[in-house]
């Protein structure tokens, strides 16, 4: 039976400093078991980010990571999604903006680069393995992938068993085997005597 003078559940603190702060730049916001949720407009993400990170009662100094998720059969497609921790108060908060549709392959978010450095190589990243372009960023292009990679191989609609490619095959995007087939092009073992020497 639940009690008539129960309290309402706290409210993170970084939710309601940017609900506060931004009442009109937040779509959405959640908090299960201590983990809080902003959804924000893309074009909010930066000033967002700059007064988490500067507020002195939150200080979000640590950029833990910057990925994206893909949800083909929504619209926006693209969730980005941005973890922040503050070392001094122990807080974390998530913060995601929904970017992408048919007429923009390649959507844009702001980069947060002037915000955390470190949003240099994240960015890069989810550029690399999603497609997602970080605008301003100084250095936009592949960190895992060869340059000259073909396609965004996160994205749900990326084909499972790679490209059919002009030889000599480059890039690494060997077509997979068809099921049955034997695998090919295993690099054999090195083997290491004790007696050798490495040059």
């Not at 129960?6 to 702060?21: E, L, M, N």
């Not at 959507?107 to 002037?114: D, F, G, M, Q, T």
Request: hydrophobic share 35%; charged share 25%.
């Amino acid at each position: 039976m639940a009690q008539e003078n129960q309290q309402p559940a706290s409210i993170h603190p970084a939710v309601a400093f940017v609900r506060d702060r931004f009442p009109s730049e937040v779509i959405e916001s959640s908090e299960i078991r201590g983990e809080a949720t902003l959804v924000v407009k893309p074009e909010s993400i930066v000033p967002v980010c700059l007064a988490l990170r500067d507020e002195p009662s939150l200080r979000m100094d640590m950029l833990s990571s910057i990925t994206a998720v893909d949800w083909p059969e929504r619209l926006p497609r693209f969730d980005v999604v941005y973890h922040l921790l503050s070392l001094p108060t122990g807080h974390n908060v998530r913060l995601k903006v929904r970017v992408g549709d048919d007429e923009t392959p390649h959507p844009e978010v702001p980069s947060a680069i002037l915000v955390w450095p470190a949003a240099n190589w994240f960015e890069r990243e989810v550029w690399d393995l999603f497609g997602i372009t970080f605008t301003g960023h100084p250095n936009m292009r592949r960190i895992e992938l060869p340059d000259d990679w073909v396609g965004h191989p996160l994205r749900k609609d990326y084909p499972l068993t790679g490209f059919s490619l002009p030889e000599p095959q480059w890039g690494g995007q060997v077509p997979a085997p068809a099921p049955g087939e034997p695998k090919t092009g295993r690099r054999p073992l090195r083997v290491i005597r004790p007696d050798s020497t490495r040059k």
